[in-house]
């Protein structure tokens, strides 16, 4: 059972453009958070949301975590060709302890110029 | 070590051919999880070790897999009679313990090629 389900799975567009990545479930996490993988990389935390509607960003990008901590949406400004890659949403289900990550089906966005 | 350290990066076998994935975690990190990723998807969930204890090993494809976790440290995921549909890359993370974000770092993965 898939737990976390990522929308749009693959997204191509122009440098410039925003976009919007959805990361939903039925689940309640203690954490969220979003990785960046490469090729022949493994995958690299951006960054971690703990409060319900906490708002959080990177430079260009915007993380958000929904209220009632079940879903995150990741939003970025003016993509780059250098934002290419895969984003993957990941659910942490317990607070202090290393609970088991629960990785999403993963958004593959291609930046073009 | 400085990071996740994963050997092979690279591995080629025949089918029926057994296999062992090494991974080094960060020093310290309690959890040590194993992923599976085939070309072009997203991460498939192996099995998660706390200590030398696994606690979750649900996404186990099937009883050719098991690993094993020594010392709190290096783990080894064992694939037994590979089959074609083993090829992936297997990607090793670690984790510390009592942090509620709970970040996981990544190895550079074992590019499996079962042929």
């Known amino acids: 059972t898939q737990l976390l389900e990522q929308s749009p799975q693959f997204l191509s567009i122009q440098e410039g453009e925003n976009l919007t990545v959805y990361c939903n479930s039925s689940?309640?996490?203690?954490?969220l958070q979003w990785y960046r993988q490469e090729p022949g990389e493994g995958p690299v935390l951006l960054v971690t949301?703990?409060?319900?509607?906490e708002v959080k960003k990177l430079k260009r990008l915007t993380f958000q975590f929904g209220d009632a901590r079940k879903d995150s949406s990741l939003h970025i400004t003016a993509a780059q060709p250098g934002d290419t890659g895969l984003y993957l949403c990941?659910?942490?289900?317990?607070?202090?302890?290393?609970?088991?990550?629960?990785f999403g089906t993963g958004t593959r966005l291609q930046v073009t110029l | 070590g400085a990071g996740v350290s994963q050997s092979p990066s690279n591995k080629v076998t025949e089918k029926g051919k057994d296999v062992e994935l090494r991974c080094d975690p960060i020093?310290?990190?309690?959890?040590l999880y194993w992923y599976r990723q085939s070309l072009g998807q997203g991460l498939e969930f192996l099995i998660y070790?706390?200590?030398?204890?696994?606690?979750?090993k649900s996404g186990l494809p099937s009883d050719r897999f098991s690993a094993e976790r020594t010392g709190g440290s290096v783990s080894t995921l064992t694939i037994q009679r590979t089959q074609q549909e083993d090829s992936a890359v297997y990607l090793c993370?670690?984790?510390?313990?009592?942090?509620?974000?709970?970040?996981?770092?990544f190895g550079q993965g074992t590019r499996l090629t079962v042929v």
């Open positions: 020093s310290g990190h309690t959890a």
């Open positions: 993370a670690s984790s510390a313990l009592t942090v509620p974000n709970t970040e996981a770092f």
């Open positions: 070790f706390q200590g030398n204890s696994a606690p979750d």
């Open positions: 990941a659910g942490a289900k317990a607070a202090g302890t290393a609970s088991k990550l629960t």
């Open positions: 949301v703990v409060t319900g509607g």
């Open positions: 689940s309640v996490f203690s954490s």
